[in-house]
């Protein structure tokens, strides 16, 4: 996994903020994305045949474990 690019949408389409992680490629998919009780994300997917899981705090932060 190397890099991500993710939003987050009001429900009037508005952007409510856009984060990246830093990589060399964006050629990931997420396939499921939940909120936490949190308030922040936990976002899962693929990237070249491996699964990955992302958390988020509630401003679309990256959390590590």
Do not use: M, P
């Not at 409510?16 to 997917?45: D, H, M, P, R």
């Amino acid at each position: 996994f190397r890099g991500a690019r993710y939003w987050k949408f009001d429900s009037q389409s508005n952007c409510e903020w856009s984060k990246s992680l830093t990589g060399e490629s964006f050629n990931s998919g997420a396939s499921s994305v939940q909120q936490l009780s949190n308030q922040g994300y936990a976002i899962c997917g693929t990237y070249e045949g491996d699964v990955f899981l992302l958390k988020t705090d509630a401003d679309g932060n990256y959390e590590s474990e």
